[in-house]
């Protein structure tokens, strides 16, 4: 028998027999006919409150997706990933970015051994090195103070760690920057390269398999960069390593007392809790770090014991699953009111798409509905003078996330009223949108001519009716931030279980590094393998523009 999935839920009929309902409302009507919406379609968990009553649903949609999870046996899938259970069943792996996160006192086993005790004695560990540095304990070859650290990793060792590392940009230690190099194209490194000193520059090479090309190659350049000043023996002053791959660590020559590591039972875009985290442990300090883990911590419990109708991951889940197979919406945008988390959806992009960007089910099926939607998205206010307009009026409708704090860390009169200001018109405005008798009632008032408002009134009006989420914290704190990447993990996982895929792999990612290495001996020798006429003609072009 199929397993349970989106469409073989019995729920799943009943779910395309009241769209045909919802289909027909209004956003703006449902407010106005139910006073007690906003209360009944808003959540708080781990420091958020979720907002999602400016969805086109109602609370019957709500206890029919509610329903929909308990066929797909969300609950017990969720057990399962707490408990250390393979559920990652192509690399035959647990799933244990939650374990990172646990007090001390609990216990997760994976194969029959308690994980705990190893994850916070690599925490220990990393506290330590980190005090050495803010210290000035630890120092470069020459005795100076390290003052700059340059994180080299890419994906699950980037996005995370970086948008972390900006985002708590207020909790920042003097006297220390932490740069991010992630991109094989040399523009990247040499950006860092161009500022720093030899003599007080600590890079961390950071790779869960430690084959990655893009992080091997800067690592070797920076290694080479470094011998310009340093010796041989002092690299162990200036390189650490963070990985699940000690032999390879060991052969590109760091020092095993140099490396941190972490374990195949983290995803990638599940590492920044585990020492992937130490370039943000050296930005805001181990305690801010602790306050981090321990923000992830509360959503989990949340996740882990609140009621499925009331668990915030598990409703912006089954939202989303609302609006991508039942409304049919393609995307999903997301809007930070918040200059601080630029780098949101870039990391989002990663956690999302990768864990869900799947065409077969876990037994391997093709399946017959949509998966991942596209993520995308830029902080607000600047994305409204970009892509808003297509939000507004275009022929796509995207859902938005909003996200904010009610408070902002700094001090400037009148700026953070502005921002709330905008974040709130803009998911009212999609949703209310702009009837043509309201335009035209207001561009006869301005006095306009008769022709000319026949001319005006479909340009200016505005669809509206289109749905938002609105998740808001006090402030942005290391503590909400955490809890913050949990929602969004979990959401994910509770969307995969739905979907009954494997939320864990990424084998789409292998065929582009395969080819690229393919076309990168081509570039760099002279035999030539059998490409269609455009990959052959581009590689002649470079080739020969390489050669000059
Ligand atoms: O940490 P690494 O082993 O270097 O991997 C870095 C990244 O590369 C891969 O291509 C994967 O798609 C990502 O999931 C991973 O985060």
């Known amino acids: 028998m199929n397993s349970p999935n989106l469409v073989n839920a019995a729920v799943f009929k009943k779910l395309t027999n009241h769209l045909q309902e919802a289909k027909k409302w209004s956003l703006s009507e449902l407010f106005e006919k139910d006073p007690g919406r906003f209360p009944s379609m808003t959540l708080t968990a781990g420091g958020l409150f979720l907002d999602y009553s400016k969805n086109c649903l ?3 949609t709500v206890e029919l997706l509610v ?16 408990r250390g259970d393979k559920i990652n069943t192509t690399e035959h792996r647990a799933v244990l970015h939650t374990a990172l996160r646990a007090p001390r006192y609990e216990k997760v086993l994976v194969d029959g051994k308690n994980i705990i005790p190893e994850i916070h004695a690599v925490l220990d560990r990393m506290r330590e090195f980190s005090e050495k540095i803010h210290s000035g304990e630890w120092k470069g070859f020459s005795g100076k103070k390290i003052t700059d650290v340059v994180n080299i990793g890419i994906g699950g060792s980037d996005l995370g760690p970086r948008m972390a590392t900006q985002a708590l940009r207020h909790f920042h230690i003097k006297g220390l920057t932490v740069h991010f190099v992630a991109n094989v194209d040399g523009h990247d490194l040499e950006a860092v390269l161009d500022k720093a000193d030899p003599e007080t520059t600590l890079f961390i090479v950071a790779s869960k398999t430690f084959t990655t090309l893009e992080t091997m190659l800067n690592a070797q350049s920076a290694r080479s960069w470094f011998l310009n000043s340093g010796t041989i023996r002092d690299l162990s002053r200036h390189f650490v390593a963070i990985s699940t791959n000690a032999a390879a660590v060991r052969k590109f020559g760091i020092p095993e007392d140099n490396m941190f590591p972490f374990w195949d039972w983290v995803g990638g875009r ?3 809790w585990s020492a992937i985290g130490l370039p943000l442990v050296l930005a805001i300090g181990y305690n801010h770090f602790t306050e981090f883990l321990a923000g992830a911590y509360a959503m989990d419990v949340h996740f882990k014991n609140a009621p499925l ?5 598990v409703i912006l889940g089954l939202v989303g699953i609302w609006n991508r197979n039942f409304l049919g919406y393609s995307s999903v945008s997301i809007a930070p009111y918040l200059q601080d988390l630029i780098s949101f959806s870039n990391y989002l992009q990663q956690l999302e798409m990768e864990s869900n960007g799947k065409q077969v089910r876990k037994n391997g099926e093709a399946v017959e509905y949509r998966t991942c939607p596209v993520i995308w998205g830029n902080v607000g206010t600047n994305g409204q003078h970009a892509y808003f307009q297509l939000l507004h009026q275009g022929t796509e409708i995207i859902p938005v996330d909003f996200i904010t704090a009610l408070q902002p860390h700094h001090t400037l009169p009148k700026h953070h009223a502005a921002l709330l200001a905008n974040c709130f018109a803009q998911s009212e405005a999609l949703m209310v949108g702009k009837s043509a008798e309201k335009v035209r009632a207001d561009l006869e008032a301005a006095g306009m001519s008769t022709a000319e408002i026949e001319v005006q009134t479909p340009q200016r009006m505005f669809p509206g009716n289109r749905p938002s989420n609105t998740i808001l914290m006090n402030v942005l704190r290391p503590e909400t931030l955490g809890a913050l990447m949990a929602l969004y993990e979990h959401k994910t996982f509770v969307q995969g279980a739905i979907w009954n895929v494997n939320s864990f792999d990424q084998w789409g990612v292998e065929l582009g590094k395969l080819l690229a290495k393919t076309i990168e001996n081509e570039l760099e020798g002279d035999e030539l393998a059998h490409h ?7 590689i002649a072009l470079a080739k020969a523009s390489l050669k000059k």
């Open 58 to 60: 109602s609370g019957k």
């Open 67 to 82: 329903e929909l999870a308990e066929e797909c046996r969300l609950e017990q899938k969720r057990d399962d990933m707490f």
């Open 270 to 272: 599940y590492s920044v």
């Open 309 to 313: 109708a009331s668990n915030m991951p």
């Open 532 to 538: 269609d006429s455009s990959t052959s003609g581009l």
